[in-house]
């Protein structure tokens, strides 16, 4: 049973384009959500995170989007570069429990076109 | 040098032979953990241990071991190799008493396994 659903498995936007990839989760014990950015021949890395008590994380172009109602959270990335090609997953825990209990998404292929 | 190295690489091997994949890391973490990516499936844990005498399965361990032999070293084996456990193998390291918090996950560059 898929715990969190990602959408869409693929996409292309042309450069300062803004790419959203959206997520779904079923559980509403969890409490933290991160996406993670994965370079080609490169493990994934931590690139933003968000917890439920906020509706909205920014760090730079990448924004998180969060609403617990609808058990839904979302990334925008705002002026998109060739740059930020690569593989996105989201994720989703119940932060006590640590990340044995980190419930990833099926990745996002991300291609930022000239 | 990359805080979590894993060796091989890349690997192609015979159904039936046994592999090992090794793990180690300079991040002086406790927890380690094993994950494997398919297409379309995400990240999906093998296993993982909290130190060197605490194992324990993940979603995934049928047809996988591993051996924690010290704080920094982690491998995981396919004692048989099958077809379908072909995949992109990742090593990764978090540290609960750290600033960067408990979930945060380091991750190697992954070995990438072929069974034929």
């Known amino acids: 049973q898929q715990q969190v659903k990602q959408s869409p498995q693929s996409l292309i936007v042309q450069k300062g384009g803004i790419p959203i990839i959206n997520c779904a989760y079923e559980n509403t014990a969890f409490d933290y959500f991160p996406w993670y950015q994965q370079f080609p021949g490169k493990g994934p890395a931590l690139l933003i995170a968000i917890r439920p008590d906020v509706s909205e994380k920014k760090e730079g172009r990448f924004t998180i989007s969060f609403n617990k109602s609808a058990k839904q959270f979302s990334l925008h990335i705002m002026d998109s570069q060739p740059g930020d090609s690569a593989t996105y997953f989201c994720?989703?825990?119940?932060?006590?429990?640590?990340?044995?209990?980190?419930?990833f998404g099926t990745g996002t292929r991300l291609t930022i076109i000239p | 040098d990359a805080d979590v190295t894993q060796t091989p690489r890349n690997r192609i091997t015979k159904t039936g032979k046994r592999i090992m994949l090794e793990c180690s890391q300079t991040k002086g973490h406790d927890r380690m953990y094993w994950y494997r990516q398919d297409p379309g499936l995400g990240l999906r844990l093998i296993y993982y241990?909290?130190?060197?005498?605490?194992?324990n399965k993940g979603e995934i361990s049928d047809g996988y071991s591993v051996s924690r032999q010290a704080q920094a070293k982690f491998s995981l084996s396919l004692e048989s190799a099958i077809p379908n456990q072909t995949a992109l193998y990742f090593c990764?390291?978090?540290?609960?008493?750290?600033?960067?918090?408990?979930?945060?996950?380091?991750f190697g560059a992954g070995s990438r396994l072929t069974v034929l």
């Open positions: 994720a989703a825990s119940i932060s006590n429990f640590g990340n044995e209990k980190l419930t």
């Open positions: 241990s909290f130190d060197v005498k605490d194992i």
């Open positions: 990764a390291t978090s540290d609960p008493g750290g600033s960067s918090g408990a979930n945060v996950l380091t």
